[in-house]
């Protein structure tokens, strides 16, 4: 399994700020991914961080609301801008290390965000 | 388009047995996986199926028919900590994220 570590675990942001969202894994890994959860629901993906170039986001996710950083294979970034309540969730970081073979993803413990 | 589809809740007592249900419609097919998610917690991997047939692990079996797209889970001797959220989710395609169901809830009684 893979070790994942989420900062911060949980934050109360005020409307029309920006936070940031660092995930971090013991080793290197393929795929790296980030899901949002909304109070009662599934998980949701946001985008795919690829490491060296842009993030692939998913419909109804844009680079200018949700910004993504992966500078290597261990260590990436979400953040959440001009935030609303309706952001409020919880982020989760997904990695994958060998999306080819049965190895499943693994996820971090979450960031819970509430904006008032 | 991408569909997956499983009950939104179900209660049952402990020492029973309790299957959950899940059907999808992907565009492909990688594999497919189960969660079990606690309240407030992240989810934890449960089991995984690419082959027609069931997988056994322990209390939890899973089984997976592609040519009908469905898989279900079966929870055996159930206890009350297995009360949470099940999550079904299917790869599509090989490098890519999972596709998650909306979950079903799960409430085990003394």
């Known amino acids: 399994s893979a070790v994942i570590s989420q900062k911060p675990s949980r934050d109360i942001c005020q409307r029309g700020t920006s936070l940031t969202i660092q995930c971090q894994v013991d080793?290197?890994?393929?795929?790296m991914f980030w899901y949002r959860q909304q109070p009662g629901q599934s998980l949701t993906l946001i985008a795919t961080?690829?490491?060296?170039?842009?993030?692939?986001?998913e419909s109804g996710f844009v680079i200018d609301k949700f910004p993504i950083s992966r500078p290597n294979l261990t260590f990436s970034t979400l953040t959440v801008s001009n935030m609303s309540p309706e952001d409020s969730s919880i982020y989760l970081c997904?990695?994958?290390?060998?999306?080819?073979?049965?190895?499943?993803?693994?996820f971090g413990p979450g960031t819970r965000l509430t904006v008032l | 388009g991408q569909n997956i589809d499983q009950p939104t809740e179900m209660t049952a007592t402990e020492g029973a047995i309790v299957q959950i249900n899940c059907t999808y419609q992907?565009?492909?097919?990688?594999?497919l996986f189960w969660y079990q998610q606690h309240a407030g917690e992240a989810p934890t991997f449960l089991s995984y199926?690419?082959?027609?047939g069931l997988e056994e692990k322990g209390r939890f079996s899973s089984f997976l028919s592609r040519s009908k797209g469905y898989s279900y889970l079966l929870l055996k001797e159930l206890q009350m900590k297995d009360s949470a959220s099940y999550l079904c989710a299917v790869r599509d395609q090989a490098g890519t994220a999972l596709i998650f169901g909306k979950g079903t809830t799960l409430s085990v009684s003394s």
């Open positions: 997904s990695v994958d290390r060998v999306p080819t073979s049965t190895d499943t993803q693994y």
């Open positions: 961080a690829n490491q060296g170039s842009e993030a692939t986001y």
């Open positions: 080793s290197q890994v393929t795929m």
């Open positions: 199926n690419v082959l027609d």
């Open positions: 992907t565009s492909g097919f990688n594999g």
